[in-house]
Structure formats: structure tokens, C-alpha cells
């Protein structure tokens, strides 16, 4: 079965500091990666994705995320994190080749605070 | 563009009674959805449609009718209101039904609905 794991419900980074937010999957195959990010009181918004090609994904805001194989994971960095950056950050997954199933399988979400 | 426009933004119910929460979209997606959002529960699919006049159930679509008679438009019809139906609702469209497109699944601002 599908599935994704956002193991910190909670994220707090100083202002200037990288940041990361770790996301792992389970697929059957290839996956489609995704990260979205919510600010309070909006809709999620598309960050990034990750298909084929490059591990490294560049995607809005300065954020980044690093597809890793072996350790089926994709976490989400930034190099020095802002106030701004505070927000809700889910990352969803599904399989590349999913036939008529190509509903996105969600992760829970992590909270990241930026301190100033 | 607008985007994906959600109506209304608030709304309070009581139990038993039927409410349709309106989503529209300007950017021709084929693709559109609609999720619930309740706080350690993450983003749960309701209903999604993958074209007009065609629509199929998500993960928690017991409660909630849907309908596409146009491209721009997917209103979600809660039949007779219930506490557990007290959520965060989002409408959400893209031209891909695996949200793989370069812009990715577009959010509406949400809907937040009691029900007492």
C-alpha cells in the first residue's frame, strides 16, 4: 500500500538557520513526489515536485527537496530559513505508473516555526 | 485569473439540514476535487471529477454528493449535515488527474463549516 510519514509534527528553526523537513514514502515502483506548503488560513500551494532526472529539486520560495532512493526519502530544505517560512508543509506521494489510480496519498503535515 | 474561488469562506449549520459549498475554476482544468481537512487527520479526498460529467469517490465520500456539469465548476452537496461533518473543506483542480503538471494541484481558500 501507499503511504507517507511526516515524522515531526513540529519544526522550530532560528531565522538565517537552514532548515529541513523530512518526508518518507512507500511505493510500489517509481514515485511522483510532492511538497505543498499552507499558510494560515489559505489552500495548500504547490512547492515542488519530483518526477525523474536530477535527486536535487529546486522549486518556490528558495525551497529545495533531495530525492533519495535507497532511503525512500524526499525531505525538504531551505538554506536559511525566514519568518515567512512559517507555515503548514505537507508532502504527498503516488506511484509513477498507477494506471487509473492517480490520487495523491497525503502526509500529515509538519508545522515549521521560523524565531526571529 | 482567479483561480479556484471557493463559496462561502464560513458557514454554520445545524444537524439535519443540506448546504451545497460552490467551487469554481477559470484555468479550463480537467481535473478538480474536493478534500476535507480535520486536524491530525491530514487532507482526505471526498469526491474528484476527472471531467465533465464524470465523477468517482474518494476516501470519505459517505454524506457528500458531487456533480460536473461544466469544466469550471464542482459543487459539493452535504445531504443532511452531521458533527462529524465539521471540517476545513478545499477544492482543489488541475489539468492532471495526478497533479504531475508543472503548477501542480491549484487550492481554493477553503470553506470552514460547523455544524451544532
Known amino acids: 500500500a501507499q503511504s507517507v510519514a511526516q515524522p515531526e509534527d513540529q519544526v522550530n528553526v532560528a531565522e538565517g538557520n537552514p532548515l529541513t523537513v523530512k518526508c518518507t514514502y512507500s511505493v510500489s515502483g517509481n514515485p511522483y513526489l510532492f511538497w505543498y506548503v499552507q499558510y494560515p488560513n489559505r489552500g495548500l500551494q504547490f512547492l515542488l515536485k519530483?518526477?525523474?532526472?536530477d535527486n536535487l529539486v529546486k522549486g518556490s520560495y528558495g525551497f529545495e527537496a533531495e530525492f533519495n532512493k535507497s532511503q525512500t526519502s524526499f525531505h525538504l530544505k531551505k538554506p536559511s530559513a525566514l519568518v515567512s517560512d512559517s507555515a503548514l508543509y505537507f508532502c504527498a506521494v503516488r506511484a509513477l505508473r498507477a494506471g487509473n489510480n492517480r490520487k495523491l496519498i497525503w502526509g500529515l503535515g509538519t508545522s515549521l516555526a521560523v524565531n526571529p | 485569473n482567479a483561480g479556484v474561488t471557493q463559496t462561502p469562506k464560513f458557514q454554520v449549520l445545524k444537524t439535519g439540514q443540506s448546504m451545497t459549498l460552490q467551487c469554481a475554476q477559470d484555468m479550463n482544468h480537467e481535473y478538480m476535487s474536493w478534500y476535507r481537512q480535520d486536524p491530525g487527520m491530514g487532507l482526505r479526498l471526498i469526491h474528484y471529477s476527472v471531467g465533465a460529467g464524470i465523477t468517482d469517490q474518494g476516501e470519505v465520500p459517505n454524506g457528500y454528493n458531487v456533480s460536473r456539469s461544466t469544466t469550471e465548476d464542482f459543487p459539493l452537496r452535504l445531504l443532511s449535515a452531521a458533527p462529524s461533518q465539521t471540517s476545513v473543506y478545499f477544492c482543489?483542480?488541475?489539468?492532471?488527474?495526478?497533479?504531475?503538471?508543472?503548477?501542480?494541484?491549484?487550492f481554493g481558500s477553503g470553506t470552514r463549516l460547523t455544524v451544532v
Open positions: 519530483y518526477i525523474t532526472g
Open positions: 482543489a483542480s488541475s489539468y492532471s488527474s495526478g497533479g504531475d503538471s508543472n503548477y501542480g494541484y491549484t
